[in-house]
């Protein structure tokens, strides 16, 4: 088994429906079924200690609501997932609930995810003191130590958020997750809103990290570079599922989904000199109202019969190497 | 000489604040031409934004020009009054914004929006022929179904579809100059891919001028013929996209191209600019990049003079990638 077991992940929001409607439901007037949005509708992945997963996608595709279900942040509708073999999801063990503290989660805006309020100290050792990793009398130790991690100076502990830079924010968002000794890092647009010679910083401080604290990062982002040269494993989302899942030089050497190879092709890029082709056209469907089969169908130029009648199921190309496309396989699901 | 469309000499905005005079933009040189795109490049706080701003005229206090010809056409908008350059914004030079919601008004029907734009630069022109023109613009932009679009509110739209509107808006009125500032950093890749086919298009086709303010080097690989990095209030380096890119001369340039992890093989360190950009309030004395630069000598504690090589003109005393014969002061 895996270090990281993540099977059937599912997420359905709905909302419940007014008073009116219930009532004109109850009277059979109207049908009372509330509109559901599938954020998730299938994610499975596995990885092994020390790796990383990048996950990539357009917005809407269900990659944060991923990031927020490992985070234990969002309950998931249906499905598990297995850190070290404990269950996180339903944490009906004391070995689980450690497990899901072992799984921490760096936000995009580390400014919203701190409390203005907060000296640096607190927003570091309020979750480990509450949840009894770390003793009060260690506190001053713990955070000078995972300052010390993210290349800052421990006497910054009795600052605030507001008194640092973007860069220095997202450092310290790092060391307050360092803070709970965690063994998986959620990674969630993480250098998103850096300056770029600042990105660089905090990428090579991921990669430190790793090395000497052996841990396992999900690295999400739109950034096609930044994932590639992060990753081991990559899967592509699209409207709530993977249509294309594999290690990281394969997938970008070759990729096999029409939608993997668009994303490639249009990620800028310092080579794309003043490029003349047409971009791939159309958005992302609404998840309230996707279309009939394969849901990239409209957007394809390779679409044919079949995709616009059924939906393609992940299948293994290679090893190793999945996709979702009926170029490639002749398997199919129901959505 | 034919002139540019637009040329900047020596633009000091600078912003009187209690905590000292922040020089936002402190000696801008920039010229662009018909039908070109020139983006402008810089982390957050380099003045790219403020420079945007002051060719429109949309600098208030406590910030002002307070030197420097911003020439539109041989014409100086320094010094025009707010109602001259009322009328020229969105008729002579129009904006995009990162967040197309800065242009579009919530509770405004579109085809209201774009007939107002119209009609407040040109009285003569009728309601109907206004909104002829603004379907036209929303069919010239890309926009499915304009008829019905042109109904809706701005929440009725995607972010992809708004951000259309808005370059459609600043379309209408057949603009010398657009200045977009991050247009496309909010949207998706595939979207973002749109826009950028789109501008350049429809730049070709009208002529129009554009400065494509960007963090993101890629993007302005992409779409710029040429580009300009901005560092502290300076441009710092100018030149053709391809020189620029491929044979970058000032340490800043070469330092952000080397920190991209594109090209980098996978899993290596990348390269680090150190440090982080200088508050504006507090700039060390002489070149600004000097205490993040890794050629920096104490030469650099003067102001490098503007230099000039067969293709660009920069502001450093030892330039990566130049033969020190091809490079000549500028007087």
Not at chain 2, 206 to 229: K, M, P, Q, S, Y
Request: aromatic share 4%; net charge neutral; proline share 6%.
């Amino acid at each position: 088994m895996s270090f990281l077991e993540i099977k059937g992940l599912k997420k359905t929001f709905s909302t419940r429906p007014d008073l009116i409607a219930r009532g004109l439901g109850a009277l059979g007037l109207r049908n009372s079924t509330s509109p559901a949005v599938h954020a998730v509708r299938e994610f499975s992945a596995s990885l092994e200690r020390g790796e990383v997963l990048g996950l990539i996608g357009e917005s809407g595709c269900g990659k944060s609501t991923v990031a927020r279900m490992l985070a234990g942040i969002t309950r998931p509708t249906a499905g598990r997932v297995l850190l070290d073999g404990h269950d996180v999801i339903a944490r009906d063990t004391p070995e689980a609930r450690a497990a899901a503290l072992d799984i921490q989660m760096i936000f995009q805006d580390a400014a919203a995810a701190m409390n203005p309020r907060y000296r640096i100290f607190d927003i570091i050792t309020e979750a480990p003191l509450y949840h009894g990793r770390i003793k009060p009398s260690q506190a001053r130790d713990k955070v000078a130590e995972v300052l010390e991690a993210v290349s800052m100076s421990p006497d910054v502990a009795d600052r605030y958020p507001h008194q640092f830079s973007g860069g220095q924010r997202q450092r310290i968002g790092i060391a307050r997750a360092l803070a709970m000794q965690p063994k998986l890092l959620i990674c969630d647009e993480s250098v998103a809103a850096l300056d770029v010679s600042i990105q660089a910083q905090v990428i090579n401080l991921f990669m430190e990290l790793r090395e000497k604290f052996g841990l396992t990062y999900v690295f999400i982002s739109h950034d096609l570079s930044v994932v590639r040269h992060l990753s081991d494993r990559v899967a592509i989302m699209y409207l709530g599922e993977i249509v294309e899942a594999a290690p990281a030089a394969e997938l970008f050497a070759h990729p096999e989904h029409p939608y993997t190879r668009a994303l490639m092709t249009q990620n800028p890029s310092l080579k794309n000199r003043a490029r003349r082709h047409a971009p791939l056209a159309g958005e992302v469907p609404s998840p309230l109202d996707p279309p009939q089969g394969c849901y990239f169908n409209p957007r394809c130029r390779q679409a044919m019969e079949v995709c616009r009648a059924h939906h393609p199921a992940l299948a293994a190309l290679r090893a190793g190497h999945e996709a979702a496309c009926f170029l490639h396989s002749t398997s199919r699901t129901n959505p | 000489m034919t002139r540019e469309l637009l040329e900047i000499s020596g633009l000091k905005t600078h912003f009187f604040t209690r905590g000292g005079v922040a020089r936002a933009v402190d000696g801008l040189d920039l010229q662009v031409g018909r039908g070109q795109i020139v983006a402008l490049v810089g982390e957050s706080g380099s003045g790219k934004t403020v420079a945007g701003f002051s060719i429109l005229g949309l600098v208030s206090a406590p910030g002002r020009i307070t030197e420097g010809r911003i020439l539109l056409n041989g014409q100086d908008l320094v010094g025009k009054s707010d109602a001259e350059m009322a009328r020229i914004r969105g008729d002579r030079i129009a904006m995009i914004f990162q967040d197309p919601m800065m242009t579009l008004n919530p509770v405004l029907r579109i085809d209201d929006q774009m007939i107002e734009t119209i009609r407040i630069h040109d009285r003569k022109v009728s309601k109907v022929e206004a909104r002829r023109r603004a379907l036209e613009a929303l069919r010239e932009v890309g926009i499915p179904a304009p008829e019905a679009r042109l109904r809706n509110y701005p929440h009725e739209l995607s972010g992809g579809m708004r951000q259309r509107v808005a370059i459609a808006i600043a379309l209408l009125n057949k603009p010398d100059l657009i200045i977009a500032d991050e247009p496309t950093t909010a949207l998706d890749v595939t979207i973002q891919a749109q826009i950028l086919y789109l501008i350049r298009k429809l730049c070709e086709e009208h002529g129009t001028g554009f400065i494509w303010i960007t963090h993101d080097l890629g993007v302005a690989a992409e779409i710029a013929n040429r580009i300009a990095v901005m560092y502290a209030g300076r441009i710092v380096e100018e030149g053709p996209t391809d020189a620029v890119l491929d044979r970058p001369h000032h340490p800043y340039t070469e330092g952000l191209i080397r920190s991209l992890p594109e090209g980098q093989p996978r899993g290596a360190a990348l390269f680090q600019i150190p440090g982080m950009t200088p508050s504006l309030l507090n700039l060390p004395e002489g070149c600004p990049f000097r205490p993040r630069c890794h050629r920096a000598s104490e030469a650099c504690r003067a102001m490098p003079p503007e230099r000039v090589s067969a293709e660009t003109r920069f502001r450093c005393f030892h330039p990566a990638n130049a033969a020190e014969g091809a490079l000549h002061e500028l007087s």
